[in-house]
């Protein structure tokens, strides 16, 4: 073994993302795949943590999972140093037994400008030293490659609920992804917008707009079920809607596409409104999309627990018990401004888009 791997802290193909991994990884190569067998794979660790991402690449690498090693690669991009991501899935492919895709992908990134000495030595190893296919018949590897690539999808189902792309993607490029998850948060800023400039949202300005007069006044009042859903009462108030918006419309759409995602926070905000009636609170107005995004958010929970080869990954538990955590949140903010209209209001949301999702 080179020198470089006499402290796997320095190892150049992690850099600083987990020694344990690290460890790992020399482990494997020294005793064989073997190794990975009687290793506990995640420990105590956080799941959605990147110390547990780099212990699932070395695993996935080393089984020859190309790819749930692709999958891990582009989820740690940023933290990997330059030259690794080619080296954890030339790795996968030698032990796929892909070996001259492999050699291809290793002689591309040793011309890479800017590599350094320690991890052109590694591609260089790598090359000069392919890594043997894995050929294994025992069930308990069987067991072990179904449960790392459980877990990676499970990690990239979740990385789908996330502000980064909105943050770190062009428009145009998200604008084409998710195009009616882009058009819905645009369409709430543009309401606002268009408040302001019609002198600001007062009670009876929002009356008259379309807000949810809570009693209803007669039947004219069932076109206030659509009508409220743009209109909001301060930029703090439309900031939260469109933060969720963009962050569960993205994962909703992905699964229901274009349609079904606007069908479902339509739904889920018309029911919100008829939740707020059924509430009986007294005189008030409603506005919002708190609702229709609270939809969204039910047909994310949804989604998630209807997932039932993933369901019993630690990365799906943390994420459901996440996202649980967040409705209880809403909750307990609802009861503590005794926003009874709301309230009823958020809870219909979120039951609309659990049924819609699971049953619709």
């Known amino acids: 073994m080179s020198g470089s791997l006499a402290s796997p802290e320095l190892d150049p193909?992690?850099?600083g993302l987990a020694s344990e991994a690290a460890a790992l990884d020399l482990r494997v190569r020294r005793q064989g795949p073997g190794a990975l067998l009687t290793h506990r794979l995640g420990g105590a660790r956080w799941p959605l943590s990147r110390a547990t991402a780099a212990e699932l690449l070395v695993v996935a690498a080393h089984l020859g999972l190309v790819d749930a090693t692709a999958s891990l690669v582009a989820e740690l991009r940023a933290e990997l140093p330059l030259g690794a991501a080619a080296y954890w899935r030339s790795v996968a492919l030698q032990r796929a037994d892909r070996a001259k895709r492999a050699a291809r992908r290793l002689d591309l990134a040793m011309t890479l400008p800017g590599l350094g000495p320690a991890m052109r030595h590694r591609l260089e190893r790598r090359r000069a030293s392919p890594l043997a296919p894995i050929v294994q018949s025992d069930p308990a590897w069987h067991r072990l490659v179904a449960q790392v690539e459980?877990?990676?999808?499970?990690?990239?189902?979740?990385?789908?609920l996330s502000l980064q792309p909105w943050v770190t993607v062009s428009p145009a490029?998200?604008?084409?992804?998710?195009?009616?998850?882009?058009?819905l948060a645009t369409m709430l800023l543009a309401g606002y917008g268009i408040e302001r400039l019609l002198g600001g949202p007062t009670p009876e300005r929002l009356l008259r707009w379309g807000a949810l007069r809570v009693p209803p006044e007669g039947l004219?009042?069932?076109v206030r079920l659509v009508g409220y859903l743009p209109l909001h009462a301060n930029a703090l108030h439309l900031s939260m809607?469109?933060?969720?918006?963009?962050?569960?419309?993205?994962?909703?759409?992905?699964?229901?596409?274009?349609?079904?995602?606007?069908?479902?926070?339509?739904?889920?905000?018309?029911?919100?409104?008829?939740a707020s009636w059924a509430s009986r609170p007294g005189v008030t107005l409603v506005v919002g999309a708190s609702g229709a995004a609270?939809?969204?958010?039910?047909?994310?929970?949804?989604?998630?627990?209807?997932?039932?080869?993933?369901?019993?990954?630690?990365?799906?538990?943390?994420?459901?018990?996440?996202?649980?955590?967040?409705?209880?949140?809403?909750?307990?903010?609802?009861l503590a401004a005794a926003q009874r209209a709301s309230a009823a209001a958020h809870l219909g949301g979120l039951v609309a888009g659990l049924v819609l999702a699971r049953f619709g």
């Open 220 to 222: 004219g009042d069932l």
């Open 241 to 274: 809607n469109v933060l969720v918006t963009l962050i569960f419309g993205r994962f909703v759409e992905s699964r229901r596409g274009p349609r079904g995602t606007l069908s479902l926070w339509v739904m889920s905000g018309v029911l919100a409104g008829v």
């Open 173 to 183: 490029v998200l604008s084409a992804r998710s195009p009616m998850t882009f058009a």
């Open 150 to 160: 459980k877990r990676v999808e499970a990690r990239r189902l979740l990385a789908s």
């Open 294 to 334: 609270m939809g969204l958010v039910g047909a994310s929970i949804a989604t998630l627990v209807g997932e039932p080869r993933l369901r019993k990954t630690p990365e799906l538990r943390v994420g459901a018990l996440l996202l649980t955590g967040l409705v209880l949140l809403q909750a307990g903010l609802d």
């Open 13 to 15: 193909t992690l850099g």
